[in-house]
């Protein structure tokens, strides 16, 4: 359709309800005469490409140059017009932009107040918000800004500027501020336009400035988020920044105590009341349990969770993570402008670019300047050879033109034109003559010869500069990070997470039923029987009394069959469940025992327990979390030339297989009936436990360092840098602080060998300890402010160097026998001072070769890989210099 087919008569006349009279008609008429031909699609075409290609370039995407957008970059460009050291009221610098920015005073002030918040281009002054706990800003009236001294070192230079035209024509606004320094990865952007987005994720400031070098110097780098909020993040799938990346960001959780979780760092992109709300929403879902909340943020986060009694701490934290905003996913995009068009560029390329650039920049300004020195050069050179060689009598002549003197002038310059570098215009001549006569009486030529030595020196250097352009690019960046990178440490911790399972740390908010004869099972059947506490994203194991059996998910009522034999909540990947089972196969069939796991099965789909016969039955089955084998007394029915009525089934001489696993033939004889003749013990042995470093759990999987084999009731000892120690359970869950000095299984009797510094009275102590069994955090060293754990050793014979400062500086190491220096006390024990002359250093040396006394009635087992483990490998050896 086209606009010339709306006639004018039709439009006018065609509906009784829009009559017009004849006057109207003829003035509407002559309005659409001659009306061009313009088809919808076109339109839509075209405009929407232009509005698209606007809101790309002329708002939401950064440009490569400079990393701003146009309106960062014109709230900039209007500070340093107002600048003048002092603050200026964000209202009147919004209204400055305004000459420069075709949009509305809001979106100016938003876009300053963010710029404000990031910290590094803008001084505030006044209530300007705060990102943690997402308070807003005060209106513009009450607050002030600057730019910071790093803004105006690094993104101002009138003369490597490129200029353009405001909107209306009125003003110069720069194409891009000549920026030197990667600002656009230092504050990072988000920004959303039409079919395309940028997120650009911020970067510590000295880390890019250390890239940067590197990259100068032709070594590799890596470059990884830095967020202001701080908090953890794996950046395994960073991707560098591109389309396709990930980056995990967590909340620091600790605990406070067995009853108190506290919140002190958290994700990008969130603040503490969203944080809150997401906690409250699980609270209420029932995916986690908390008693109450208290946020005490104000400089620094933080929010405390206080737990019930029966809620386990760590499981919590797991929890808070997998199923609130303590974790989130932010994805990069790492978008750009660069030549006029976006483009997507990784963020170890952008910094290339930004320092190619910066490089770009300095040879510009290096070079503008020896271009005004060369000048000034000149004219200086011109100034003394006019006054030394007394050109200037010239004008004391009389003389018909002033034309006539400049040229009298210039011949006088005739003999000394070589020795100049460029030409001497007649402009340079009719500038000397401007001079007030004042100055040439008072005119220095000794003075005038330093200056045009000391311009001479100066070009020299600058020349040297360029001819060295990379080291003086490197040296540029190193002043930047002297100048403005004290406090600029990284916030955000990087570490590799682990894989949270939420049914693993999901709270029981349901309860399981089952209505066994009828095969109806779910969290609504109240009125029937109870199995087991479970949650709503649980999975449950159905087992018919004919073998057959499923997994699926926890549902409000569901049916499987008749006749349920077992029912309870499914953890998938789990080994050490084992099903002891005796099945009939077929109606009239051999008897058959299994053991069996079942780990990892197809949802919902139908499995068999039995061979699969027709008529097959399960006659016998147990659960058995640990692996455990019971003994059965199995009554058969008699029969002729029977005579062994009674046999026994021992689970534990049975090998545990697969589910789909047959099983061996017990007997071909009918059983009458079957009793548990002794509880069986756990044939699967110890949990082999290992500890990964780089998350701080403990795992199944050999990542990591062995712990050992544990069994019901061993421990985990837990030695922290700080000097307190604890015991823990070797549940997977469990969560370990970063400064642990020593982690390994429990032995009650272990003697320990530790040195320490005594806060209080200012000297080294020696003591030799065995670790008390205690959950609780507990001190083994002063509490005295300035006391500190020195070294710890678990050698049979330690032997401690010291080393001597001061007075004694000049005598030679002592060795001390700690066996023979003190004897095992209590870990509260303060020890015995190890020496009456001025310590430098003690430190655990090579232990002392003894023989170890030999008990004949005491039976050694073979050691194990944790006891064999030296405890250079268990504990960090912490030397400090007094």
């Not at 967020?227 to 620091?252: E, H, M, W």
């Not at 003559?433 to 030595?453: G, H, L, M, N, Y």
């Not at 039995?610 to 016998?620: C, E, M, P, R, V």
């Not at 147990?622 to 089934?649: C, H, M, Q, T």
């Amino acid at each position: 359709m086209t606009i010339d087919q709306f006639d004018a008569d039709e439009l006018l006349n065609g509906d009784d309800t829009r009559k017009t009279s004849p006057d109207e008609h003829a003035r509407i008429t002559k309005l659409t005469e001659g009306a061009k031909k313009v088809h919808l699609t076109g339109m839509y075409k075209d405009w929407f490409l232009d509005y698209a290609s606007y809101v790309i370039l002329e708002r939401a995407v950064p440009h490569l140059d400079d990393g701003l957008k146009p309106v960062q970059r014109r709230i900039l460009h209007a500070m340093k017009k107002l600048d003048d050291g002092r603050y200026n009221k964000v209202a009147n610098i919004i209204g400055h932009t305004m000459q420069y920015h075709p949009h509305g005073d809001a979106s100016i002030g938003d876009a300053l107040v963010q710029l404000g918040q990031k910290d590094l281009l803008i001084d505030q002054q006044g209530n300007w918000g705060n990102i943690l706990t997402g308070d807003g800003a005060a209106a513009p009236r009450y607050i002030e800004a600057r730019l910071s001294k790093f803004a105006i070192d690094v993104a101002f230079n009138a003369k490597t500027t490129e200029w353009m035209l405001s909107y209306d024509g009125r003003n110069q606004e720069p194409v891009t501020l000549p920026v030197k320094f990667p600002l656009l990865l230092a504050q990072g952007v988000e920004g959303i336009a039409v079919g395309l987005a940028s997120k650009i994720l911020p970067h510590n400031f000295n880390e890019l400035i250390d890239a940067a070098i590197l990259y100068l110097k032709n070594q590799d780098f890596e470059l990884y988020p830095d967020f202001p909020t701080g908090g953890l993040a794996d950046c395994s799938r960073y991707n560098d920044g591109l389309r396709g990346g990930a980056v995990k960001v967590r909340a620091r959780i600790a605990k406070l105590d067995k009853k108190t979780l506290v919140i002190t760092e958290i994700p990008f992109g969130k603040n503490t009341s969203s944080l809150i709300d997401s906690i409250l929403k699980a609270n209420d879902k029932g995916k986690i349990k908390i008693k109450k909340i208290d946020d005490n943020t104000a400089e620094n986060v933080e929010i405390q969770i206080h737990l019930p009694q029966d809620v386990s701490p760590d499981k919590t934290i797991d929890a808070l993570y997998a199923f609130t905003d303590c974790e989130v996913s932010i994805s990069p995009n790492s978008c750009i402008i660069y030549e006029d068009k976006p483009r997507f560029m990784g963020v170890k390329e952008v910094l290339r670019a930004s320092v190619d650039h910066t490089k770009h920049l300095l040879t510009l300004e290096l070079k503008i300047r020896l271009a005004e020195l060369l000048e000034e050069w000149h004219f200086s050179s011109l100034e003394k050879i006019f006054f030394e060689q007394k050109i200037y009598r010239i004008l004391e002549q009389d003389t018909e033109t002033w034309d006539m003197v400049i040229e009298a002038i210039e011949r006088g310059f005739d003999p000394y034109r070589p020795m100049f570098r460029r030409e001497i215009t007649r402009e340079d001549v009719v500038k000397l003559t401007e001079k007030p006569v004042r100055k040439i009486s008072k005119f220095d030529i000794k003075k005038a010869d330093e200056q045009i030595k000391g311009i001479e020196a100066e070009m020299e250097e600058v020349k040297n500069h360029l001819d060295n352009i990379v080291t003086y690019t490197i040296n540029y960046y190193q002043q930047i990070k002297k100048k403005h990178g004290k406090n600029r440490d990284r916030k955000t911790e990087l570490r590799s997470f682990d894989t949270i399972e939420a049914t693993k740390v999901v709270v029981a908010n349901e309860k399981l039923y089952v209505n066994r004869t009828e095969g109806f099972f779910g969290t609504g059947l109240k009125k029937d029987e109870f199995i087991a506490d479970c949650s709503d994203i649980d999975d449950v194991i159905v087992i018919l009394r004919n073998g057959k059996y499923i997994i699926t998910k926890v549902q409000d009522k569901a049916f499987y069959g008749k006749d349920i034999l077992h029912i309870g909540v499914f953890k998938k990947n789990d080994s050490r469940t084992i099903y002891n089972v005796v099945y009939r196969d077929g109606r009239n069939g051999a008897i058959l025992m299994k053991r069996c796991a079942i780990t990892g099965v197809t949802r919902d789909k139908e499995y068999d327990m039995t061979k699969g016969t027709d008529g097959s039955q399960i006659l016998y089955m147990s659960v058995n979390p640990n692996g455990e084998a019971e003994i059965l007394k199995v009554f058969l029915k008699p029969r002729p030339r029977l005579r062994n009525l009674i046999i026994d089934l021992d689970f534990s001489t049975i090998a545990i297989k697969g589910r789909s696993s047959m099983g061996n033939i017990f007997t071909r004889y009918a059983i009458h009936k079957m009793q548990v003749k002794e509880k069986g013990i756990s044939t699967l042995g110890g949990l082999k436990i290992w500890f990964d470093e780089d998350i701080y759990r403990l795992n199944q999987d050999e990542r990591g360092r062995f712990l050992g084999e544990f069994h019901d009731g061993e421990k985990i000892l837990v030695v922290r840098k700080a000097g307190v120690y604890y015991l823990t359970n070797y549940d997977l869950t469990n969560h370990y602080d970063e400064d642990i000095l020593l982690i390994e299984k429990y032995e009650e009797e272990k003697v320990f060998t530790a040195v320490y510094f005594d806060g209080e009275q200012k000297f080294f102590y020696l003591k030799r300890f065995t670790f008390e069994p205690n959950d609780k955090p507990q001190l083994f060293i002063p509490e005295e402010r300035g006391s500190y754990l020195v070294a710890l050793n678990n050698d049979i014979y330690p032997c401690v160097e010291v080393t001597f400062k001061g007075k004694n500086a000049d005598k030679d190491p002592e060795q001390i026998d700690a066996d023979e220096f003190i004897g095992v006390k209590g870990f509260r024990a303060k020890g015995k001072r190890l020496s009456t002359l001025d310590v430098k250093l003690a430190k655990f040396i090579e232990p002392l070769q003894k023989e170890v006394p030999i008990d004949e009635n005491q039976e050694f087992d073979e050691p194990t890989d944790a006891e064999n483990t030296d405890i250079d490998s268990d504990a960090e050896q912490m030397e400090l210099d007094i």
